[in-house]
């Protein structure tokens, strides 16, 4: 029976550009088949959707939270990507999924 191998980051070690780049290159030599990466809320991603929540519950307004957390997160891929690169696309189609959830 083979072993996997599960590695779980969260928190400051995918707080930004930097760190994502520093875990890269903790995990690219490590790994292998039945390898499992689980990466938790970058950087305070969890506080701000909380927040976003928050004011959603309470009827305010959460568009600056909102557009806060998306500038952030396409930052991120700006820094990590070229600009041609596909995951831009894909995040912005996971931002307009969550949206619609939010409303």
């Known amino acids: 029976m083979s072993t996997t191998l599960v590695y779980k980051f969260g928190g400051a070690s995918v707080k ?6 520093n875990l890269y290159d903790i995990l690219l030599p490590r ?3 039945n390898t499992v ?10 506080n701000a ?3 976003i929540l928050t004011k959603k519950l309470a009827g305010e307004d959460y568009t600056s939270e909102w ?5 952030f ?31």
């Open 37 to 46: 990466i689980v990466v938790s809320a970058m950087g305070k991603t969890t």
């Open 67 to 71: 557009n806060t957390l998306k500038t």
């Open 16 to 21: 930004d550009a930097p760190a994502l780049k």
């Open 49 to 51: 959707l909380e927040a």
């Open 73 to 103: 997160h396409k930052g991120l891929c700006a820094e990590l990507f070229p600009e041609s690169h596909p995951v831009g696309e894909q995040l912005e189609g996971f931002f307009v999924e969550a949206l619609e959830a939010l409303q």
């Open 31 to 33: 790994l292998q088949t």
